[in-house]
């Protein structure tokens, strides 16, 4: 964490830091109130000793569609198991497997989809049908609910160039939306007129905080929620000559100057009138998106350092890594999550992140099902019910295999399944247990109107939220397995070597707002 950092106060200080990845967590709060009122590497099998595991205390494995909650008994088992599951310090990864591949993975058995798949697709674009303002080509970031954010506008766009690509939608149906889009973008109110607030009402562009979405309210930007916008607005611009000019508008409508400094990402919030600037990100996401602001030419370099803060923790006979800039030392939570890992493999080809991080982070998962029967695909994401919005971890504040909100409150009887990171996980290393994953979504989670988020393990039902990212993330990721190639690659992007005719930088300075 930056010596810039001064945490405000528990729970605003972890927002600050960490970013706008958290997506519309009390609009969700909100629209579940009133909705009531109205109503090619493989993952090696584990060695788990028998000092860790207790074999006639294991959970027998479950039929997927058994809705039958877990007894207090195997509940209080599985978390035996996972709190018998750490070891610190960890198994590091070798040096020599700790460089980015100078060419970019390609998954095992990419090129092209399968019927299943394919449906799987058409399912996942229901979403955006159902909420995509006409108006502003903005879509909404949860189901039937008017706020979204600027990552899931991005999954907005990644959503409409897989549907486009999957012939699910016309090329004309593609190239109207697309103008709006980013047409609206190019022309959003900025937060002091310099980078897109995090949160705004999608039918009226007004810049909102989270559930008020009457109310202007200017409440800061995000860094790693515009790393991943940057990013899509490269594949747009490389893929679409007719689109080029209006993609690289939008980045042209942004102040860039404070969104870097020193080589890191800053993001900014504001606490009582007074604006705070931040540091933002740790391991995972924290490079993702440096990798996005690195192909328009920013100089990300400390952002993109996947080495000097990691540790390794052992998690079922696996060394998963971990950021060790903890909420303790750093006011800022180091959530170990997948998404990240899946989002470079499919966009990026592993070029933020080195795979072998990924590898292991699957394994863990991997091994946690060989020891509890419970199919583990766990990433942060929205929920039908309180707190609307937790992170579910493999490790966080040197807790294994924590769900916590990002106050930092427990619930881990609040872990869930993860619908996007069960197919993301698929379509790049399309294993037997990945292929488990893929099926348990497809028998679990389908709704009329899009994929559900996931699926709660000690409940054993639905979480039936239903949201742009995770129906997103989907399509992105089989588009990728169509394609047989990482986006940017498909897309032909490259890496912009001088932001100096690109970037307005106006006199900008970081006073505190009062």
């Not at 964490?1 to 909100?30: N, W």
């Not at 959970?59 to 198991?81: F, G, H, M, V, Y």
């Not at 674009?125 to 006409?134: E, G, M, T, V």
């Not at 979405?213 to 679409?240: C, F, N, P, T």
Request: charged share 20%; proline share 5%; with cysteine.
């Amino acid at each position: 964490m930056s010596s810039d950092f001064q945490p405000p106060s528990k729970s605003l200080s972890i927002l600050a830091s960490v970013g706008g990845v958290v997506t519309a967590v009390i609009a969700i709060a909100c629209f579940n109130f009133w909705s009531k009122q109205f109503s090619q590497t493989s993952i090696a099998k584990p060695e788990i000793s028998t000092s860790q595991t207790n074999l006639q205390q294991l959970p027998q494995k479950r039929e997927p569609a058994q809705s039958t909650p877990l007894t207090a008994q195997e509940a209080e088992t599985i978390a035996n198991l996972d709190a018998k599951s750490v070891v610190l310090r960890g198994e590091p990864i070798a040096s020599n497997q700790l460089t980015i591949a100078i060419t970019p993975y390609v998954a095992p058995g990419a090129g092209s989809l399968t019927p299943e798949e394919i449906k799987t697709a058409r399912q996942a674009w229901l979403y955006f049908q159902r909420n995509w303002n006409d108006e502003t080509g903005l879509v909404n970031s949860v189901d039937g609910f008017a706020s979204v954010t600027m990552w899931d506008q991005a999954a907005a766009i990644a959503a409409l160039v897989s549907a486009r690509e999957l012939n699910i939608v016309s090329a004309a149906e593609f190239e109207a939306k697309m103008t709006k889009m980013l047409k609206t973008l190019a022309s959003l109110p900025l937060y002091k007129e310099e980078l897109p607030n995090k949160v705004y009402n999608p039918k009226t562009l007004i810049p909102v905080n989270y559930g008020q979405l009457e109310k202007r309210e200017e409440i800061g930007w995000s860094a790693i929620d515009l790393g991943r916008m940057a990013i899509w607005l490269k594949i747009v611009d490389a893929k679409y000559p007719q689109m080029r000019s209006l993609s690289q508008d939008v980045w042209k409508h942004w102040q860039v100057k404070r969104l870097t400094k020193d080589g890191q990402m800053y993001g900014t919030a504001v606490i009582k009138g007074k604006e705070q600037y931040n540091q933002e990100g740790r391991l995972g996401y924290e490079n993702y998106a440096a990798y996005g602001l690195k192909l328009w030419g920013l100089n990300v370099k400390k952002a993109l350092d996947y080495q000097s803060h990691t540790a390794f923790v052992n998690l079922y006979g696996q060394g998963i890594p971990y950021d060790q800039r903890d909420y303790k030392n750093s006011g800022a939570n180091n959530y170990v999550l997948s998404e990240p890992y899946i989002l470079d493999g499919i966009e990026n080809g592993f070029q933020a992140l080195p795979k072998a991080y990924a590898d292991r982070v699957l394994a863990a998962q991997a091994a946690r099902y060989e020891a509890t029967k419970q199919l583990t695909a766990v990433t942060e994401d929205n929920l039908d019910r309180p707190p609307y919005f937790v992170y579910s971890s493999l490790f966080v504040n040197g807790e294994p295999w924590g769900t916590i909100a990002d106050t930092g409150e427990k619930h881990n009887d609040l872990r869930f399944f993860s619908a996007k990171a069960a197919i993301g996980w698929h379509v790049l290393y399309n294993t037997a247990y990945t292929r488990q994953l893929f099926d348990f979504v497809q028998t679990n989670l389908k709704s009329k109107d899009g994929w559900y988020n996931g699926f709660y393990e000690s409940l054993h039902q639905p979480n039936k939220t239903l949201t742009a990212n995770n129906n997103g993330v989907i399509l992105e990721s089989l588009l990728y397995k169509q394609v047989g190639q990482p986006l940017t690659v498909w897309a032909g992007v490259k890496i912009q070597k001088s932001t100096e005719t690109a970037i307005k930088t106006p006199s900008i300075t970081t006073k505190v707002l009062r």
